[in-house]
């Protein structure tokens, strides 16, 4: 039988604020365990929880960002669960009121755009981490609780994904749309960005939902994918053979790309929500509103249809451009400058990113400023420099950060039109090469593009090519 | 002797006029503390060396001539919930034996910046869960009035200690009624202001939307000034607001001419023991005498105040116990075989049978199926509860009414019957649901000369004018002035 | 409330009981939710919850870094560490 994937993501996102959700304990990553706690994130007797507004206020703009319907009227409750790394063995989360609802996110597919409903987008704490020792036979655990606290975002979507390319397309918008927003860095290696996938088969052109399964531990958007391929596949065969889907929840394992049962649907914890007494429910005006909707920038999709209807752009250039708001705001301060976008797009693609990826740059920090490879494509333009001696310029201005003119001027290398020069050159060459000539005039139409790369190596690559052609032809066909 | 009878002020006058030595006050309320303490069993924890070392630097700074607070030289016992730096706070419970806070709670740091003197930590109900201070894992508090009665609860040692002048003042916390019910069978001063009133930083959450923490003195005017003191905004308790704090001394003997007191009728209906009745009968005359006007009505709504109580405080309760699991402080099982195993034993054996009940009853109404049944429906219902008394207050100023509907009654009667035990508090319960403020008083003695206390119930933020109330019959009255006939030691009886 | 009920809600709070522990409590807690009953009484079709008494919202604090406790006071109370970690039974997952 045929079946239709149905896939629905949860998100979580660590927000990208100083300190956690509830307390002034610093969020950095990677420090000494249990260095950053204090007893507002140890959950210790008598202590109580005070909202970060900025952590606020970046899951308002995400909810935003998503055209979540905005509840005016916002509060936290309380998600009980045993767990050793939940200090309070409740967490502050949202279910009542959620932040964000009714949100959607345009996704591209093969040139095609798709529409994916988000469920609901809210605020909650991380827990802290558990360590479970290498060592055979150890009976303990140990818990770091650096972490715990620190502001979580959970971004819910519809099931109306259907394949996998739509999910990585998915996967990589909404991290796009977390970066552009600055809400997130986003780094999956450090747990800052991680999904759960729920998966379920129904016979294709049904519209019936089937049991759903959800799956956890995907810790890379490969394992995302590769789960949900494996899954389908695994569910696939259970239906063929006429077998019900369990209701479950599976783990996903990395190393052997196989999943295992969890807990069954009928275990499902029961976490007791209720609003949190130990905070206040929280008002959004019209007002906040704006100023949070004035702070979100033009997201990642809204991007690359501008860069292709307005520079002119292919789809595959813009697409690039905007993969990191970096590049595309580079782009953008670039054109600003010089209306060349197809150039400085080339250069920016080809060039800049070779140099990113060699030299292993932050694209957040570049060395070149956007008026310096502006001016350098002027350069090219203007026929000052040839467009290789304007790699080597480049390379330059990557390495010593310095405008391109400065460059040419320090290292004599703008070019030469100066016809007179080029004609010494050219006759040195002619003497150093007779049999070179005698083989062009036998015919050997390719031994002129040796005598052209012998100026120019002579010229150090400075002699205007044109002009150079120009002349050895005359010279030699005379 | 007659020196620990006195107040909290003139003890203060005299500390700070040198007449008296800050050190020798609390040399002698140590003595009486060791005398008392065992037929009393007020406290968990004491600190004579601490109390001592800060009297000395009392001593000097007014030798001196340095500046001193407003609580200068006043020996202050502190409910064992509410947390005090580097001294033990237990809760009454096992599951917080030891247990060393690494900070001050932030009524505990007003005291210390008003040079108040921290002799010691009072009995309660574990984790304040109870109304007679025998729901305690240490001790069972007695009433000085009569130690086979029980104290009240669950500020139960604090009341007993003040009243028994084996401390100044104290500090207590009220969820249902456990600083005023525990006054009231003490005969003293008890106040619970409003909800958000005093931050809740540092107090060991029961029911966080419910909790408050109040004073237990021995009249009005050192309610009053403690109140000053531990009153206010504070940045670390979201729900503490940032409503300026009157000067709570100035003006106290405004009167009650005017007064519109409103009496509901729901609150002196059948189980009001008839010496509480006639007591509060008798102290509206006086009222009325001061000028004020009586005006009966009704809070409709009173009746289902104990059962939306036990739902929401148990329901905040089940959760914020949940974090008693052995992991980073407290109590940890010695045999356990895995995680599971080790939070079960750990607070099997931490918590007593009444903690557990709640807990179980909490968790209940929240779990899965039973949510909008139980917890939903008491928050609505909360709701009336709350309009019954915005209705009432705008026609009256204030509420006058018992605290307790009986004088007291003995260690072991009601152990055994927790709906029974419940009940004890259904005067008191129906302030915290509506968040307002109320200060018990002391308005009579029962036949059996066990003290009855008044409670008086006023709008949110009104402390001030409750206390002026209060104030002006303590005016008329000697009731705050008597004092148990303990003899010391008793236990040689 | 039944036995299986007791067993369930036992789970939940993580409280272990013994049997005749939970005899009483069915007992006590069947006692105290009869007459918690009486709520259904009223009727609460229109009325709003209260989740918190008093008239107030949008509390929050800035994101600034706030000094914590020190690494001793960390672990003052804990039964069990190693190193800088705290110390639990094995937790499988």
């Not at chain 2, 240490?138 to 009240?152: A, F, S």
């Given at each position: 039988?045929?079946?239709?994937?149905?896939?629905?993501?949860?998100?979580?996102?660590?927000?990208?604020?100083?300190?956690?959700?509830?307390?002034?304990?610093?969020?950095?990553?990677?420090?000494?365990?249990?260095?950053?706690?204090?007893?507002?994130?140890?959950?210790?007797?008598?202590?109580?929880?005070?909202?970060?507004?900025?952590?606020?206020?970046?899951?308002?703009?995400?909810?935003?960002?998503?055209?979540?319907?905005?509840?005016?009227?916002?509060?936290?409750?309380?998600?009980?669960?045993?767990?050793?790394?939940?200090?309070?063995?409740?967490?502050?989360?949202?279910?009542?009121?959620?932040?964000?609802?009714?949100?959607?996110?345009?996704?591209?597919?093969?040139?095609?755009?798709?529409?994916?409903?988000?469920?609901?987008?809210?605020?909650?704490?991380?827990?802290?981490?558990?360590?479970?020792?290498?060592?055979?036979?150890?009976?303990?655990?140990?818990?770091?609780?650096?972490?715990?606290?620190?502001?979580?975002?959970?971004?819910?979507?519809?099931?109306?994904?259907?394949?996998?390319?739509?999910?990585?397309?998915?996967?990589?918008?909404?991290?796009?749309?977390?970066?552009?927003?600055?809400?997130?860095?986003?780094?999956?290696?450090?747990?800052?960005?991680?999904?759960?996938?729920?998966?379920?088969?129904?016979?294709?052109?049904?519209?019936?939902?089937?049991?759903?399964?959800?799956?956890?531990?995907?810790?890379?958007?490969?394992?995302?994918?590769?789960?949900?391929?494996?899954?389908?596949?695994?569910?696939?065969?259970?239906?063929?053979?006429?077998?019900?889907?369990?209701?479950?929840?599976?783990?996903?394992?990395?190393?052997?790309?196989?999943?295992?049962?969890?807990?069954?649907?009928?275990?499902?914890?029961?976490?007791?929500?209720?609003?949190?007494?130990?905070?206040?429910?929280?008002?959004?005006?019209?007002?906040?509103?704006?100023?949070?909707?004035?702070?979100?920038?033009?997201?990642?999709?809204?991007?690359?249809?501008?860069?292709?209807?307005?520079?002119?752009?292919?789809?595959?250039?813009?697409?690039i451009l905007?993969e990191e708001k970096a590049l595309a705001d580079f782009f953008?301060?670039c054109?600003?400058?010089?209306?060349?976008?197809?150039?400085l797009?080339n250069w920016i693609i080809n060039d800049l990113l070779r140099e990113v990826k060699d030299r292993k740059l932050d694209i957040y920090n570049l060395p070149i400023k956007p008026?310096q490879l502006?001016?350098l494509?002027?350069?090219?333009?203007?026929?000052?420099?040839?467009?290789?001696?304007a790699k080597e310029v480049f390379s330059e201005m990557i390495q010593a950060g310095k405008a391109p003119?400065a460059i040419?001027?320090?290292k004599?290398?703008?070019?030469?039109?100066?016809?007179?020069?080029?004609?010494?050159?050219?006759?040195?060459?002619?003497?150093?090469?007779?049999?070179?000539?005698?083989?062009?005039?036998?015919?050997?139409?390719?031994?002129?593009?040796?005598?052209?790369?012998?100026?120019?190596?002579?010229?150090?690559?400075?002699?205007?090519?044109?002009?150079?052609?120009?002349?050895?032809?005359?010279?030699?066909?005379? | 002797?007659?020196?620990?009878?006195?107040?909290?002020?003139?003890?203060?006058?005299?500390?700070?006029?040198?007449?008296?030595?800050?050190?020798?006050?609390?040399?002698?309320?140590?003595?009486?503390?060791?005398?008392?303490?065992?037929?009393?069993?007020?406290?968990?924890?004491?600190?004579?060396?601490?109390?001592?070392?800060?009297?000395?630097?009392?001593?000097?700074?007014?030798?001196?001539?340095?500046?001193?607070?407003?609580?200068?030289?006043?020996?202050?016992?502190?409910?064992?919930?509410?947390?005090?730096?580097?001294?033990?706070?237990?809760?009454?419970?096992?599951?917080?034996?030891?247990?060393?806070?690494?900070?001050?709670?932030?009524?505990?740091?007003?005291?210390?910046?008003?040079?108040?003197?921290?002799?010691?930590?009072?009995?309660?109900?574990?984790?304040?869960?109870?109304?007679?201070?025998?729901?305690?894992?240490?001790?069972?508090?007695?009433?000085?009035?009569?130690?086979?009665?029980?104290?009240?609860?669950?500020?139960?040692?604090?009341?007993?200690?003040?009243?028994?002048?084996?401390?100044?003042?104290?500090?207590?916390?009220?969820?249902?009624?456990?600083?005023?019910?525990?006054?009231?069978?003490?005969?003293?001063?008890?106040?619970?202001?409003?909800?958000?009133?005093?931050?809740?930083?540092?107090?060991?959450?029961?029911?966080?939307?419910?909790?408050?923490?109040?004073?237990?003195?021995?009249?009005?005017?050192?309610?009053?000034?403690?109140?000053?003191?531990?009153?206010?905004?504070?940045?670390?308790?979201?729900?503490?607001?940032?409503?300026?704090?009157?000067?709570?001394?100035?003006?106290?003997?405004?009167?009650?001419?005017?007064?519109?007191?409103?009496?509901?009728?729901?609150?002196?209906?059948?189980?009001?023991?008839?010496?509480?009745?006639?007591?509060?009968?008798?102290?509206?005359?006086?009222?009325?005498?001061?000028?004020?006007?009586?005006?009966?009505?009704?809070?409709?709504?009173?009746?289902?105040?104990?059962?939306?109580?036990?739902?929401?405080?148990?329901?905040?309760?089940?959760?914020?116990?949940?974090?008693?699991?052995?992991?980073?402080?407290?109590?940890?099982?010695?045999?356990?075989?895995?995680?599971?195993?080790?939070?079960?034993?750990?607070?099997?054996?931490?918590?007593?049978?009444?903690?557990?009940?709640?807990?179980?009853?909490?968790?209940?109404?929240?779990?899965?199926?039973?949510?909008?049944?139980?917890?939903?429906?008491?928050?609505?219902?909360?709701?009336?509860?709350?309009?019954?008394?915005?209705?009432?207050?705008?026609?009256?100023?204030?509420?006058?009414?018992?605290?307790?509907?009986?004088?007291?009654?003995?260690?072991?009667?009601?152990?055994?019957?927790?709906?029974?035990?419940?009940?004890?508090?259904?005067?008191?319960?129906?302030?915290?649901?509506?968040?307002?403020?109320?200060?018990?008083?002391?308005?009579?003695?029962?036949?059996?000369?066990?003290?009855?206390?008044?409670?008086?119930?006023?709008?949110?933020?009104?402390?001030?004018?409750?206390?002026?109330?209060?104030?002006?019959?303590?005016?008329?009255?000697?009731?705050?002035?008597?004092?148990?006939?303990?003899?010391?030691?008793?236990?040689?009886? | 409330?039944?036995?299986?009920?007791?067993?369930?809600?036992?789970?939940?709070?993580?409280?272990?009981?013994?049997?005749?522990?939970?005899?009483?409590?069915?007992?006590?807690?069947?006692?105290?939710?009869?007459?918690?009953?009486?709520?259904?009484?009223?009727?609460?079709?229109?009325?709003?919850?209260?989740?918190?008494?008093?008239?107030?919202?949008?509390?929050?604090?800035?994101?600034?870094?706030?000094?914590?406790?020190?690494?001793?006071?960390?672990?003052?109370?804990?039964?069990?560490?190693?190193?800088?970690?705290?110390?639990?039974?094995?937790?499988?997952?």
């Amino acid at each position: 039988m045929e079946y239709e994937v149905v896939i629905g993501l949860e998100t979580h996102a660590e927000l990208s604020t100083v300190t956690k959700l509830f307390c002034g304990c610093s969020t950095q990553f990677g420090v000494e365990p249990n260095t950053q706690v204090c007893p507002v994130c140890l959950g210790m007797p008598g202590i109580l929880p005070v909202m970060n507004r900025k952590a606020f206020e970046y899951a308002l703009k995400l909810a935003v960002a998503l055209s979540c319907e905005i509840n005016r009227f916002t509060n936290f409750d309380r998600k009980s669960y045993y767990y050793p790394d939940l200090p309070k063995n409740y967490q502050i989360s949202q279910n009542y009121y959620n932040l964000g609802v009714n949100g959607y996110m345009n996704i591209e597919v093969n040139g095609n755009v798709k529409k994916i409903r988000i469920h609901n987008v809210h605020l909650e704490e991380e827990a802290g981490k558990l360590i479970h020792p290498e060592e055979i036979g150890a009976d303990y655990s140990l818990v770091d609780f650096n972490r715990a606290g620190v502001p979580l975002l959970e971004i819910v979507s519809h099931p109306d994904m259907r394949n996998v390319d739509e999910v990585e397309s998915y996967m990589q918008t909404l991290r796009k749309i977390l970066l552009y927003t600055e809400v997130s860095d986003c780094k999956m290696q450090e747990g800052s960005l991680r999904f759960e996938a729920s998966i379920s088969l129904r016979e294709k052109g049904s519209d019936k939902l089937g049991n759903r399964v959800e799956i956890k531990n995907l810790n890379s958007m490969k394992s995302v994918i590769k789960a949900i391929e494996y899954e389908t596949v695994r569910q696939g065969r259970l239906l063929d053979k006429g077998a019900t889907i369990a209701r479950e929840t599976r783990l996903w394992d990395e190393v052997a790309e196989r999943s295992e049962h969890m807990r069954s649907k009928e275990d499902a914890q029961d976490y007791r929500y209720f609003p949190e007494p130990d905070l206040l429910p929280v008002l959004i005006d019209e007002k906040w509103l704006h100023a949070i909707k004035d702070t979100i920038p033009e997201l990642p999709l809204d991007r690359k249809q501008r860069f292709m209807e307005i520079f002119k752009l292919s789809d595959y250039d813009a697409g690039i451009l905007i993969e990191e708001k970096a590049l595309a705001d580079f782009f953008e301060a670039c054109v600003k400058i010089l209306d060349r976008p197809k150039a400085l797009s080339n250069w920016i693609i080809n060039d800049l990113l070779r140099e990113v990826k060699d030299r292993k740059l932050d694209i957040y920090n570049l060395p070149i400023k956007p008026q310096q490879l502006a001016a350098l494509v002027e350069i090219i333009e203007k026929g000052t420099i040839s467009s290789t001696i304007a790699k080597e310029v480049f390379s330059e201005m990557i390495q010593a950060g310095k405008a391109p003119q400065a460059i040419i001027e320090e290292k004599k290398l703008a070019q030469i039109s100066d016809e007179n020069l080029i004609e010494l050159v050219i006759n040195k060459v002619i003497a150093n090469n007779p049999n070179v000539i005698e083989d062009y005039k036998k015919g050997k139409k390719n031994a002129l593009a040796f005598l052209v790369g012998q100026a120019m190596k002579e010229t150090k690559g400075k002699a205007n090519p044109k002009v150079l052609n120009e002349l050895l032809q005359k010279k030699v066909n005379t | 002797m007659k020196l620990l009878e006195s107040n909290s002020l003139q003890i203060k006058k005299k500390i700070v006029s040198r007449e008296l030595h800050s050190t020798d006050i609390v040399r002698h309320l140590f003595e009486r503390i060791k005398n008392l303490e065992p037929d009393i069993q007020a406290y968990i924890t004491t600190t004579e060396e601490e109390a001592l070392k800060k009297a000395i630097e009392i001593d000097k700074k007014i030798e001196n001539n340095q500046q001193v607070g407003l609580l200068a030289g006043i020996p202050i016992a502190i409910k064992d919930n509410i947390c005090t730096k580097n001294i033990s706070t237990t809760c009454a419970s096992k599951i917080l034996k030891d247990f060393m806070p690494p900070y001050d709670a932030f009524v505990t740091k007003r005291l210390k910046e008003e040079d108040a003197i921290i002799i010691g930590k009072t009995n309660l109900d574990e984790f304040a869960m109870g109304s007679s201070t025998e729901n305690s894992r240490y001790k069972i508090t007695r009433n000085p009035w009569n130690v086979e009665y029980v104290p009240g609860g669950s500020s139960g040692g604090s009341a007993a200690a003040v009243a028994a002048d084996m401390a100044f003042m104290a500090l207590g916390s009220d969820t249902g009624g456990s600083v005023r019910q525990p006054a009231a069978l003490c005969g003293i001063v008890g106040v619970k202001p409003t909800y958000g009133r005093v931050s809740r930083y540092g107090l060991v959450a029961f029911g966080s939307s419910l909790d408050q923490i109040g004073t237990l003195t021995k009249n009005v005017k050192d309610a009053a000034v403690l109140l000053q003191v531990i009153a206010g905004y504070d940045p670390r308790d979201s729900t503490s607001l940032q409503v300026p704090v009157p000067d709570y001394l100035d003006n106290i003997n405004s009167g009650v001419n005017g007064l519109r007191i409103g009496i509901p009728n729901e609150y002196f209906t059948e189980g009001l023991h008839s010496d509480v009745n006639k007591a509060i009968k008798d102290a509206l005359k006086i009222y009325e005498k001061l000028g004020a006007n009586i005006v009966y009505l009704s809070l409709p709504h009173t009746e289902y105040a104990v059962a939306v109580y036990y739902i929401v405080a148990n329901a905040e309760a089940s959760s914020n116990l949940a974090r008693y699991d052995g992991v980073r402080y407290g109590h940890r099982t010695n045999n356990a075989r895995g995680i599971i195993d080790m939070y079960s034993r750990t607070r099997s054996e931490g918590f007593g049978s009444e903690v557990k009940r709640r807990i179980m009853l909490g968790n209940y109404a929240l779990s899965s199926g039973y949510y909008d049944a139980y917890y939903l429906k008491a928050s609505k219902v909360r709701t009336l509860i709350k309009n019954d008394f915005d209705n009432a207050f705008e026609k009256i100023d204030c509420i006058i009414c018992p605290t307790s509907p009986v004088p007291g009654f003995k260690v072991g009667e009601r152990a055994n019957n927790p709906l029974q035990m419940y009940l004890s508090d259904i005067y008191t319960i129906p302030a915290n649901l509506a968040g307002i403020p109320g200060i018990s008083i002391p308005c009579g003695f029962s036949s059996d000369g066990l003290p009855i206390g008044m409670q008086i119930l006023g709008k949110h933020f009104e402390e001030k004018r409750l206390l002026q109330i209060a104030y002006a019959f303590e005016q008329e009255t000697d009731f705050h002035l008597k004092k148990p006939a303990l003899r010391v030691p008793l236990r040689q009886r | 409330m039944d036995k299986k009920e007791i067993e369930y809600i036992a789970n939940l709070s993580r409280i272990e009981l013994t049997e005749a522990e939970k005899e009483v409590f069915i007992h006590q807690l069947s006692n105290i939710l009869s007459y918690i009953e009486k709520l259904n009484t009223l009727d609460t079709e229109n009325i709003k919850p209260l989740a918190h008494t008093m008239n107030a919202s949008n509390v929050f604090r800035e994101d600034k870094p706030e000094s914590s406790i020190s690494r001793e006071d960390v672990f003052i109370n804990a039964t069990a560490k190693i190193d800088t970690f705290f110390k639990v039974p094995k937790v499988i997952e």
